[in-house]
């Protein structure tokens, strides 16, 4: 998978994450303000690691002359960016899914 079909696939993952992850928790939490507040958590850090994924692809997108000191960025910078979206799976999967279960069933 090249960079920029990551990219696309991240940007359709966020898309749907928006219209149907978020509204459909907000909805179906309404009356519990904690886990209300942790979907608009999650929502705006959502928001913003997409800004810096888009950022890096944007960076290293397009036609580039690579020499040793570029690559040796793009690696740092990949390491980051995979470990964000790896933290943030994690997360997701520890705290927001259990959020789908249905009322009373979460801890």
């Not at 907000?26 to 209300?36: A, R």
């Not at 999967?93 to 789908?100: A, H, Q, R, W």
Request: aromatic residues 12%; glycine residues 6%.
């Amino acid at each position: 998978m090249t960079l920029a079909q990551f990219g696309d696939a991240l940007r359709g993952h966020i898309l749907k994450e928006n219209i149907r992850l978020y509204v459909y928790l907000k909805h179906s939490l309404q009356g519990d303000e904690d886990s209300t507040a942790i979907v608009h958590q999650f929502s705006r850090e959502m928001h913003h690691i997409g800004l810096a994924v888009t950022d890096f692809l944007t960076r290293y997108t397009g036609d580039r002359n690579w020499d040793d000191a570029q690559w040796s960025v793009f690696e740092r910078d990949l390491k980051e960016v995979g470990a964000v979206l790896t933290r943030r799976i994690e997360t997701e999967e520890s705290i927001l899914y259990p959020l789908y279960l249905p009322p009373g069933d979460y801890a």
